[in-house]
């Protein structure tokens, strides 16, 4: 009953494709359970190739779905500028559902916006003040899947409007 195992925990925050190594990383012993084989456990992992294929806050236990061999898997991070009253909610490792309205014929009006990705993570935000200029905004880093990047790629291409929507669904997988 007072049996415990040595799992790993990230010591500081983690970034996508950041390698796992001795530094980032602590351990602690914990009883989980039937939970168990849901993180890294500390005798059975080899941290050589183990690299974060999502952003893991400091202090959490590892999931062994937050780590990959590869860099990025199949997503690939990407930068938009948003402008202010972006929610409080959307920060590195939360959700979003991303939406897109085409530049109307003649540039002054947007269409009616389109879906262009649901439950896409969040891997970096950036809030930026607006000095002289008055550049408010905030730009996040999205991990896009292979298959939406050229959707993604000719909305930033093409001054489409994208509006991106905190899905607080993506907490609970």
């Known amino acids: 009953m007072n049996e415990t195992t040595s799992v790993y925990v990230a010591a500081t925050n983690i970034t996508l494709g950041e ?3 001795h530094e980032n990383l602590k351990t602690k012993e914990v009883q989980l359970g039937d939970s168990l084989q849901h993180y890294l456990v500390v005798e059975e992992t080899q941290l ?3 690299r974060a294929n999502t952003f ?3 202090g959490e236990l590892i999931p062994q779905t937050s780590i990959t061999s590869s860099q990025l898997g ?3 991070p990407v930068n938009i ?3 202010t009253g972006l929610s409080e909610a959307i920060t590195p490792g939360t959700f979003v559902d991303v939406w897109v309205a085409k530049r109307e014929a003649g540039g002054a009006a947007y269409g009616v916006p389109d ?3 649901t439950m896409v993570e969040v891997s970096a935000r950036s809030d930026r003040a607006g000095g002289i200029v008055g550049n408010n905004g ?3 880093e999205l991990l896009v899947e292979a298959d939406a990047l ?3 790629l000719q909305a930033l291409a093409n001054d489409a409007r994208l509006t991106v929507i905190y899905n607080p669904a993506g907490d609970q997988t």
């Open 19 to 21: 390698q796992l190594t």
């Open 48 to 50: 050589e190739q183990a």
């Open 56 to 58: 893991i806050e400091a």
């Open 74 to 76: 199949s997503r690939r």
């Open 81 to 83: 500028e948003l402008p």
């Open 115 to 117: 879906q262009l990705a």
């Open 138 to 140: 905030t730009n996040l």
């Open 150 to 152: 050229e959707s993604f």
